[in-house]
Antibody
Framework: EVQLLESGGGLVQPGGSLRLSCAAS????????MTWVRQAPGKGLEWVSA????????YYADSVKGRFTISRDNSKNTLFLQMNSLRAEDTAIYYC????????????WGQGTLVTVSS | EIVLTQSPATLSLSPGERATLSCRAS??????LAWYQQKPGQAPRLLIY???NRATGIPARFSGSGSGTDFTLTISSLEPEDFAVYYC????????FGQGTKVEVK
């Protein structure tokens, strides 16, 4: 059974940093691209960042480019999102999701972790 | 950036009725279009991929159609558990979600 478990969310002040983790199990982690998607309170889904299976290729939404860094540790089946220079508008539930293949949909999602940026 | 526009924003229907949701892309996304369902307090769930293929375990009352720029998600007969928010997402160029359609009880 595929499982994705996010952690690392919490309350942080504007300008602060946070590192999210997503522990994966139930599939061969090193062969699938992974994605972070966020959802602000009461709002829709927003794609944040994606990383290829090898970790070589990384992609970012314009809203987080230069502030967030996606990475992965295939030896530990874990996905990361380093978030720096956080702003109030980054407040959201952050979901990690598994890509099903080349240009494929997000077939499995974690339960999400809440990030609140506030003073 | 490809923009996805979903309509209507809200659909008010009764159980047993047919639901038709639309997703329009600002440029062609071929068939790289997926639909997700999200219930309150839950993560999204994949329903349809490649425009018309049902994901594993998804009931046959859910169907998808379209290609290029115009796509439709149809729920043939609404069950009580189908009242939720539905999002389309394209994967032809980058990743984009539509703003969502809420299917609510009339």
């Amino acid at each position: 059974e595929v499982q994705l478990l996010e952690s690392g969310g919490g309350l942080v002040q504007p300008g602060g940093s946070l590192r999210l983790s997503c522990a994966a199990s139930g599939f061969t982690f090193s062969t699938y691209g992974m994605t972070w998607v966020r959802q602000a309170p009461g709002k829709g889904l927003e794609w944040v960042s994606a990383i290829s299976a090898s970790g070589v290729n990384r992609y970012y939404a314009d809203s987080v480019k230069g502030r967030f860094t996606i990475s992965r540790d295939n030896s530990k089946n874990t996905l990361f999102l380093q978030m720096n220079s956080l702003r109030a508008e980054d407040t959201a539930i952050y979901y990690c999701a598994k890509e099903s293949g080349f240009r494929g949909p997000l077939d499995y999602w974690g339960q999400g972790t809440l990030v609140t940026v506030s003073s | 950036e490809i923009v996805l526009t979903q309509s209507p924003a809200t659909l008010s229907l009764s159980p047993g009725e047919r639901a038709t949701l639309s997703c329009r892309a600002s440029q062609s996304v071929s068939s790289y279009l997926a639909w997700y369902q999200q219930k309150p307090g839950q993560a999204p769930r994949l329903l349809i991929y490649d425009a018309s293929n049902r994901a594993t375990g998804i009931p046959a009352r859910f169907s998808g159609s379209g290609s290029g720029t115009d796509f439709t998600l149809t729920i043939s007969s609404l069950e009580p558990e189908d009242f939720a928010v539905y999002y389309c997402q394209q994967r032809d160029s980058g990743w984009t979600f539509g703003q969502g359609t809420k299917v609510e009880v009339k």
